[in-house]
């Protein structure tokens, strides 16, 4: 996000002492007319999209070539400015090609991972990570919509203003990779993954931007009776006051492009795969248990994967879990998605009976469910 590092629906008549619904986690807005009618450009042919994942792993980043406009990065910023257009808002921050997500102090624009600039990039992305950080299009631009949130905040000055400060609290403050969330507060917005705007006060802004400026957002009635609809109405008032504005700050340097990245791609995910593997370990007793390293197990097709059977029984899952621990839908998803991404990490594989495993995996979810909320913070796990 901010510094290098890594929804919303509701019923408007809810008692204002309820969560916003799950359908909260689940919409989107449809596309705008005037981005949806226009005709797409056809896609750029690249030398190394038929390259096997070792041969594009000894490719430099500075010979991808890659451009914005020629990727579906480009409609999804231009939606972007669309929406900032509507809220009479004078920025459009550019974007570039980069290692990851991060909008850089100083320069109101936004960095891109390379691996959304084509499908085989995110293919190999997600065969070397697990995942493709914004890999599809919604998630996409709930991230563009964070990111733009710090782009705005540099193109404006926010952060140097009393009245911000007073509601988000001090820019300076230290970032801390482990911060513990509390997945019952009601101060903070919920936008991204992983409680984010509590980690840090241009996160907490940047997350409640993201969720202003969605279209067709009803975040009053979602946000009614949480201390976090007051940062709303803030933002609210806020981003009246600069209508019309021009931006004070309107620096377009590319910070860390790849154009200027002599490191091979496989230099970088040696670096990355070095980085993230640690803290995940939590579970793992109880998931061994759920799916024993058998003789079948060893054997099983990719079909019978772990992470293939946590996924079918994902709707399953959610239903059981919200019914037995009413907890908030978000909270849910994480744990649902956490299980999923450690399962995978250690690829287990469905070796005996199946119904003795969803048994298993219910009661795996149940227990670490209420950890988390018995101790009210995110553990590094989530």
Request: overall charge positive.
């Given at each position: 996000m901010r510094a290098i590092l890594s929804a919303a629906g509701g019923c408007p008549c809810k008692p204002s002492n309820e969560?916003?619904?799950?359908?909260?986690?689940?919409?989107?807005?449809?596309?705008?007319?005037?981005?949806?009618?226009?005709?797409?450009?056809?896609?750029?042919?690249?030398?190394?999209?038929?390259?096997?994942?070792?041969?594009?792993?000894?490719l430099r980043f500075r010979d991808l070539g890659l451009k914005i406009a020629d990727s579906p990065v480009g409609a999804d910023a231009q939606r972007l400015f669309v929406e900032l257009d509507q809220r009479g808002i004078r920025f459009k921050p550019h974007v570039w090609f980069s290692t990851e997500w991060f909008s850089p102090d100083g320069v109101p624009g936004i960095a891109v991972p390379f691996f959304l600039g084509h499908p085989r990039l995110v293919r190999l992305e997600r065969r070397m990570m697990g995942e493709a950080e914004g890999g599809n299009r919604r998630w996409r631009l709930r991230?563009?919509?964070?990111?733009?949130?710090?782009?705005?905040?540099?193109?404006?000055?926010?952060?140097?203003?009393?009245?911000?400060?007073?509601?988000?609290?001090?820019?300076?403050?230290?970032?801390?990779r482990d911060y513990t969330a509390r997945p019952?507060?009601?101060?903070?917005?919920?936008?991204?993954?992983?409680?984010?705007?509590?980690?840090?006060?241009?996160?907490?802004?940047?997350?409640?931007?993201?969720?202003?400026?969605?279209?067709?957002?009803?975040?009053?009635?979602?946000?009614?009776?949480?201390?976090?609809?007051?940062?709303?109405?803030?933002?609210?008032?806020?981003?009246?006051?600069?209508?019309?504005?021009?931006?004070?700050?309107?620096?377009?340097?590319?910070?860390?492009p790849l154009t200027d990245n002599n490191r091979t791609l496989g230099e970088h995910y040696r670096?990355?795969?070095?980085?993230?593997e640690s803290g995940a370990e939590r579970y793992d007793s109880r998931l061994?248990?759920?799916?024993?390293?058998?003789?079948?197990?060893?054997?099983?097709?990719?079909?019978?994967?772990?992470?293939?059977?946590?996924?079918?029984?994902?709707p399953l899952l959610i239903r059981a879990l919200l019914r037995s621990s009413r907890a908030h839908p978000y909270v849910v998803f994480q744990v649902l998605r956490a299980v999923r991404r450690r399962a995978r990490q250690l690829d287990l594989k469905l070796g005996g009976p199946k119904r003795e495993a969803i048994q298993k995996v219910t009661r795996l979810h149940e227990r670490i469910l209420a950890d988390v909320l018995r101790r009210n913070e995110e553990t590094y796990f989530l």
């Open positions: 969560w916003p619904s799950a359908a909260y986690f689940r919409r989107e807005p449809s596309p705008l007319d005037c981005l949806s009618v226009r005709a797409r450009k056809p896609r750029p042919s690249y030398r190394w999209e038929r390259f096997d994942d070792d041969a594009l792993l000894r991230l563009l919509r964070h990111e733009l949130g710090h782009a705005v905040d540099t193109a404006f000055g926010l952060r140097r203003r009393n009245d911000w400060r007073q509601v988000f609290g001090t820019a300076s403050a230290l970032y801390s019952r507060s009601r101060n903070h917005v919920l936008h991204l993954e992983h409680w984010y705007a509590q980690s840090h006060p241009t996160e907490d802004f940047a997350e409640t931007f993201a969720v202003w400026l969605r279209p067709k957002a009803r975040w009053r009635s979602e946000y009614t009776g949480w201390p976090a609809l007051a940062k709303l109405e803030f933002v609210d008032q806020l981003m009246t006051e600069l209508a019309g504005r021009v931006p004070a700050k309107r620096d377009r340097s590319l910070i860390e670096r990355r795969v070095y980085l993230s061994t248990r759920a799916f024993p390293r058998t003789a079948a197990s060893a054997s099983a097709l990719a079909d019978n994967s772990a992470e293939r059977l946590l996924t079918d029984l994902k």
